[in-house]
C-alpha cells in the first residue's frame, strides 16, 4: 500500500486571493509583498477498495487541456476511474478546484464519477452560501445533483479504514482524516496542518477561523502520532 503526493505547484496569494505560480529557484518572495506561499499538494492512496484522494488542489488544467491531476495519477501508474472516495478536508478553491474537470465546451463534469465526496455539512452550507471568497460557488450545484455527495456531521467512521473528525479551526467546519490501511496509519490535517514546519513552531495564522486552536490541534496532532507512529 502506498500514498503518493500529487504535487499541483508552488503560489503566491496576495489580497486579490489569485494563486500566481511561484518557482523559489527564480523568483523572490520580496517581489510579492503581503503574499502567502503556498505549496498545493493532494495526495491519493491506494488502498483494497480504491483509491482514496485528500483533497483535489487547485483543478488547473494542462496545455492540451487535461486536468493536472488527472494527469499526476496518471503519472504514478493509476486511473481516476479507481478512485473510490474523495476525501474533502475543506471547500476552499485550492482544495476543491479539482472535483470538477472543464470539458472542451467549458462546461464541467464530476473529475472522479466512480467516487463518493465525502463533505462535512457544515462545510458544505457554508461554501453553498457563500460565506467567504474562497468558495466557488458555482461548482457545488452540480456536485448536489450528481448523487455522488455525501455529507457527514461531527466525527464518525465512513469504513473499515476511513475515519473523520471534525476540528473546526481552518474553517468553522474543516474535517480531518485518519486512514488506516496495508498495516499503516495515514493522517491528513488539511489546512491544519499544511506544512512539516508548523508542527515544530507554536503560531496563531491570522488565515485560520480559530487560530489559537489550529495552534493547539498541531500540538496535539504531532505528540499523538509521533508516539503511534502515524504517517503525516
Sequence with gaps: MQAHSLYEGSYSVDISKKF???????????DRPASLFIHVHPFVIESPVGLILLDTGLGFHTEDGELVLHKNLREKGLSPDQVRYVLMSHLHKDHAGGMFTTKADQSKELAFPNAEYVIQRGEWENAVLGSEDSYQTELFESLQRSGNLTLVEGDGRLTNEIEYELSGAHTEHHQVFHIRTGGEHYFYGGDEAPEPEQFFKSFAAKYDHDGRKAMKLRESYWEQGREEGWIF
Design 20 to 30: 500566481i505560480p511561484f518557482d523559489p529557484e527564480v523568483d523572490d518572495p520580496k
